[in-house]
């Protein structure tokens, strides 16, 4: 026969086990943000590949752009009830390409060669300005075909043009003096943030999520422990026990989304329209 006491180490135990999971993935995703970090670390003056900051010069890619990230996107109408019609999008896939051209770094030019697929950064502003819809005829277009079962399909896709200040990770192959020519470069990776500050905010973020995790399931399950048994307090540990269970799940799917690096982060959004009002369409994050 199950007793009172067995029944709560059992449940203490499903707990652990549960929290642990979450947090060991937590600590998997600080790693590989962790090995990024170091990857990006070499100094130009270094052999092999090392980080630049420069500046678009041109490139060659729609609208000057030297690379653009794309997410693959589907949208359905969602439950917008009588006063707003929108339709929310979800991810199908993505990828980033270099479209090649040209880029300056301390005074010199350096040329870029093209990638079909290379590993492209953007920021989160970037991809909602991207994302946004532009006009009153587009959303109209669009939710006809998000109310179907196949839904609304779209490519998002955020550019580095001219001008903007870029980073990149690869071997710069200088060019010989006096013979003419830009130096050249086939990045791995072409970032329109600074990716090493990007990484370490991902990894504080990472730290103090696994340190709050761990700390709430120690507090709670310390608290349900508490003498005597059973009794006020190590009921009321109990119940945060309970509750806290039922929180760990999705904050730590929100914790690893908020840590995914740009390349793979979620975009996701929705575009929003009034029926009131005649206001026209916005998007917005979701």
Known sequence: MLTRELMGALALAILWVNTLLIAAAALKQLAAVAATLRRLGARPDQRGAALIEARVLRGDGRGGALAGHRIEQVGRAGAGGSAREEIVFADSGRGGEIYGGAVVAGGREIA???????????????????????????????????????????????????????????????????????????????SSVDPRALCRRKLALLSLGVAGVLGGLVGCTALALSRPRFGPLSTAGGALCLAFFLLVQPLGTALRDAARLPSAAPARGRWVRRRAGGASPRAASS
């Not at 277009?141 to 109310?147: F, I, N, P, W």
């Open 112 to 190: 870029i060669a093209p990638a079909v697929e290379g590993e492209v950064w953007v920021s989160r502003a970037e991809i909602r300005a991207a994302s946004a819809c532009p006009s009153e005829a587009r959303f109209d277009e669009a939710y006809q075909h998000a109310r179907k079962p196949r839904g609304f399909s779209r490519t998002v896709e955020a550019r580095i043009g001219p001008g903007a200040p870029v980073w990149l990770l690869g071997d710069v192959e200088r060019a010989v003096d006096g013979a003419g020519g830009a130096d050249r470069m086939r990045p791995a990776l072409v």
